[in-house]
Structures are given as structure tokens and as C-alpha cells.
């Protein structure tokens, strides 16, 4: 049984840190391309793109770094 948990535990996805963020959608508060705001997770996080992201959209974390999202569009608006 405790192999089991450990295991289980081991799988699960993580929900703090920088990891915790990757994959979390959101929302461009500000236009986003070199630099911009997002919403996420009831946060205001400074963001950037690679390609042109209007405020309003819905967004995807792909990576974190120095405390910074590189985001991108869901194709979604809310």
C-alpha cells in the first residue's frame, strides 16, 4: 500500500512553484508580444509571447522564467 501512494504521489502534477503554472490557462490583461500582463490563478504575472496576443484573450503558460510567462493563445475569448 505505501509503494502504491508513493507512487500516485510521485505521478501527480505540481501545483506550486514554477511547474505548477505550466499548462494553467488565464487571460491577457494587456496586449502581449515582447512584454505584457496576464491573469492566472488569481495573479497578475508578467508575460511574453511570440506571436501578438490582444488583451481579453485566453492564454496558455508554456514556460516560466525568472518569475515571467511565455504565453500563448488558446484561439478562445471570453
Known amino acids: 500500500m ?19 503554472l505550466l499548462g494553467l490557462e488565464g487571460e491577457a490583461r494587456t496586449d502581449v508580444h515582447h512584454k505584457g500582463q496576464v491573469f492566472i ?11 501578438p496576443v490582444m488583451a481579453g ?8 522564467q525568472d518569475l515571467k510567462l511565455k504565453v500563448k493563445k488558446t484561439g478562445m475569448k471570453d
Not at 2 to 20: F, Q
Not at 41 to 51: I, K, N, R, T, Y
Not at 57 to 64: D, L, Q, T, Y
Open 57 to 64: 484573450e485566453r492564454i496558455i503558460v508554456e514556460k516560466v
Open 2 to 20: 505505501t509503494v502504491y501512494l508513493a507512487v500516485k504521489a510521485y505521478k501527480r502534477k505540481p501545483v506550486t512553484g514554477a511547474e505548477g
Open 41 to 51: 490563478h488569481g495573479e497578475l504575472w508578467q508575460a511574453w509571447s511570440d506571436e
